[in-house]
């Protein structure tokens, strides 16, 4: 029984090396946030927030410098989906915690320009001054090997105390 306990901790350990070369991305602008950035994926700053990025996949989290509630965030984007993506669907949609604070979130499917099927994931939240909006996506054959990953990256969202 021992030696079994032993060899399966050794497993896991060995499971553990794929998640050292995990970094955190902490935006310079005030105020910031923090994100965890996977092993492989890579984390480019824009004028609106960052986009990590693996592949085809993508984590995109974007500030507004005004406050506004989850639901009506979310209805506001769903039409640019709607009209970009053939054959549009919305999977599921309701409240989320993002960020330490209740949110709303949406899962669309569809082909968006570049041709490939592809789920999106939009979470956002307000914390009252500011509005983040995280766009997840990947392609649908790609759903099940990436999702834990995104999954991660938008439970490590930690956004700095509104001022």
């Given at each position: 029984?021992?030696?079994?306990?032993?060899?399966?901790?050794?497993?896991?350990?060995?499971?553990?090396?794929?998640?050292a070369?995990?970094?955190t991305?902490?935006?310079?602008?005030?105020?910031?946030?923090?994100?965890?950035?996977?092993d492989?994926?890579?984390?480019?700053?824009n004028?609106?927030?960052v986009?990590?990025?693996?592949?085809?996949?993508?984590?995109?989290?974007?500030?507004?410098?005004?406050?506004?509630?989850?639901?009506?965030?979310l209805?506001?984007?769903r039409?640019?989906?709607?009209?970009?993506?053939?054959?549009?669907?919305e999977?599921?949609?309701?409240?989320?915690?993002?960020?330490?604070?209740?949110?709303?979130?949406?899962?669309?499917?569809?082909?968006?320009?570049?041709?490939?099927?592809?789920?999106?994931?939009?979470?956002?939240?307000?914390?009252?001054?500011?509005?983040f909006?995280?766009f997840?996506?990947m392609?649908a054959?790609?759903a099940q090997?990436?999702r834990?990953?995104?999954?991660?990256i938008?439970?490590s969202f930690?956004?700095?105390?509104?001022?």
């Amino acid at each position: 029984m021992g030696h079994a306990l032993f060899a399966l901790i050794g497993i896991l350990a060995g499971a553990v090396p794929a998640l050292a070369g995990d970094t955190t991305y902490r935006d310079p602008r005030q105020p910031s946030f923090t994100l965890l950035v996977p092993d492989e994926w890579t984390a480019l700053r824009n004028d609106k927030g960052v986009m990590l990025k693996r592949g085809d996949s993508y984590f995109q989290l974007g500030v507004l410098g005004e406050a506004i509630s989850p639901g009506a965030m979310l209805v506001r984007i769903r039409p640019q989906f709607e009209r970009q993506y053939k054959q549009f669907r919305e999977l599921e949609a309701g409240r989320a915690t993002f960020g330490g604070q209740d949110g709303a979130y949406a899962i669309y499917t569809g082909v968006p320009p570049s041709g490939i099927s592809s789920i999106t994931r939009i979470v956002t939240m307000t914390n009252g001054r500011l509005t983040f909006i995280a766009f997840e996506g990947m392609p649908a054959d790609e759903a099940q090997q990436r999702r834990p990953e995104l999954d991660r990256i938008e439970h490590s969202f930690a956004p700095d105390a509104a001022r």
